[in-house]
């Protein structure tokens, strides 16, 4: 088991807190027959709201154990950002279809980097190969969907942000799934390093 495993060492109640609200969200967004954009706005916008708190609860954890608390505080206020953006935005002399597109452009980008990342700390925190596997496949989704939702200019704004209801749902089921794997792996790896410590001090 790797000892470096920096960000996604955080709490599993993080991602498994995380995953549950991916998942409602992305439910709620795939299936609702409600079709107005203004509702699923406020949807997305408020899960983001609730990622951040999650993540920016996150960080004091780490804290306390000492841990960077870099990155989470980068994506708990990115995650804020773009939920007061989504749910506040007023642009003078902009109609609500320029801004809705707007919006969709910024979640885009925010899937994209997501998912970069997320393949990124597949490959560089994981020596066991199903977490590994779960992670860089979720990122490369992710980008897919990036891009769908970005890129298509041929669907409309409805399924745009159904897409991204797509992107919280399997986002959602990779960090439940992980958090609750996550738990036993934590308890291995301190244990691992108990163990390291003890000998790094014998030999003293």
């Known amino acids: 088991m790797s000892t470096k495993r920096k960000f996604i060492e955080s709490h599993w109640l993080t991602f498994a807190i995380k995953g549950v609200i991916s ?19 406020q949807i997305v916008g408020w899960t983001m709201v609730g990622l951040s708190i999650i993540e920016l609860s996150n960080c004091v954890h780490r804290s306390r154990r000492k841990h960077n608390i870099g990155f989470a505080l980068f994506l708990g206020l990115l995650e804020l950002a773009i939920a007061v953006f989504l749910l506040l935005a007023v642009v ?19 899937v994209l980097f ?7 700390m597949g490959f560089k925190s994981f020596d066991n190969m199903t ?36 992107y919280l749902m399997i986002n959602g089921l990779t960090d439940l799934f992980f958090g609750i794997h996550s738990k036993d792996e934590m308890a291995e790896l301190h244990a691992e390093r108990a163990k390291q410590r003890t000998k790094k001090g014998s030999k003293k």
Not at 26 to 32: D, I, K, W, Y
Not at 92 to 110: C, D, F, K, S, V
Not at 114 to 120: M, Q, R
Not at 132 to 155: E, K, Q, T, Y
């Open 23 to 41: 998942m409602i969200a992305g439910l709620c967004m795939m299936l609702t027959s409600k079709t107005e954009i203004s509702y699923l706005t």
């Open 92 to 110: 003078p002399g902009m109609g609500t279809e320029n801004l809705t597109w707007i919006r969709i452009e910024i979640l885009a980008a925010y």
């Open 114 to 120: 997501a998912s970069i990342v997320t393949i990124i």
């Open 131 to 166: 977490d590994r596997f779960m992670w860089v496949v979720n990122g490369m989704i992710g980008c897919v969907l990036a891009f769908v939702i970005s890129a298509d200019n041929g669907l409309s704004e409805l399924t745009h942000i159904k897409v991204f209801g797509t």
